[in-house]
C-alpha cells in the first residue's frame, strides 16, 4: 500500500461552495449569488381553527426574487389573491384574522420550514417562490404581479 499527499488548489466563493476552476467561481459569485442577493425572506400564517378559534393551520413560507424592491408587496398581494378575505368568523360569530401580514423571516428559516408528519394537519407549511425566473434550489417559480 502506498500512502500519497496531494495539494489542490480551490477557489471559495463569498457563500462558502468550492470550486476547481477559478472562471466557475467567478461565474457563480457573479450570477448565483447576486440574484440570491435580491432575495427577502417572509412568513405568513394562514387557514385559522374556526371551529375554536385557536390559531391557523398553516404556514406559508415565501422567498421573494423582485428587481424593483416591491418583495413584501409581491408576498401580500398573494395572500389577498390566494385566502381572499383578512377576516373569518369562528362558528359564524366571533370575527378572526383569516391570515396574517407576512413578516420577515431569514434564509434559514425559509430552508428548515416546519415539514409536516403524515397525518399532521395542523402544521402544515408550504414553500412559494416568487420570481420571474428559475433560480437553483429554489421550488418552481409563480410570479404575482
Known amino acids: 500500500m502506498e500512502q500519497l499527499k496531494k495539494e489542490i488548489e480551490v477557489f471559495v466563493a463569498k457563500d462558502g461552495k468550492e470550486f476547481l476552476i477559478k472562471s466557475e467561481c467567478e ?19 394562514c ?17 421573494v426574487l423582485a428587481k424593483n424592491y416591491c418583495h413584501f408587496e409581491r408576498a ?26 407576512p413578516k420577515e423571516c431569514t434564509e434559514q428559516e425559509f430552508i428548515d420550514m416546519s415539514k409536516p408528519k403524515v397525518g399532521d394537519y395542523y402544521h402544515y407549511s408550504e414553500q412559494v417562490f416568487i420570481s420571474e425566473e428559475k433560480v437553483e434550489g429554489m421550488p418552481g417559480p409563480i410570479w404575482v404581479s
Do not use: H
Open 47 to 63: 387557514c385559522p381553527d374556526l371551529t375554536e378559534g385557536r390559531g391557523w393551520y398553516r404556514n406559508v413560507y415565501f422567498a
Open 76 to 101: 401580500l398581494k398573494y395572500m389577498i389573491d390566494k385566502y381572499k378575505s383578512p377576516i373569518e368568523y369562528v362558528q359564524g360569530v366571533a370575527p378572526m384574522p383569516n391570515w396574517s401580514v
Open 27 to 45: 461565474n457563480y459569485e457573479k450570477n448565483v449569488l447576486e440574484i440570491k442577493s435580491n432575495i427577502k425572506y417572509f412568513r405568513s400564517r
